[in-house]
């Protein structure tokens, strides 16, 4: 999955593969912090997708600084 700007410019990725191994995982599993529950969603792939378009918001912030 990827983040683009109109020009093409990918300003952030995630592998596929590797974002259905995370959210098949228990969320007792996870032993990052990367994926917490604080956003009120109980779904793990819910709450990972709304964390990497988020990140990946912050990513394309300075490209649209002008």
């Not at 995630?14 to 032993?31: C, G, Q, W």
């Not at 990367?34 to 779904?43: A, C, H, K, T, V």
């Amino acid at each position: 999955m990827m983040i683009c700007l109109p020009n093409g410019t990918v300003v952030h990725h995630i592998n596929a593969n590797y974002f259905l191994d995370i959210t098949s995982m228990k969320p007792e599993d996870v032993e990052s912090s990367m994926f917490s529950f604080s956003d009120g969603l109980e779904d793990m792939s819910t709450s990972t997708y709304l964390k990497f378009l988020k990140e990946g918001l912050e990513k394309a912030r300075p490209y649209m600084e002008l």
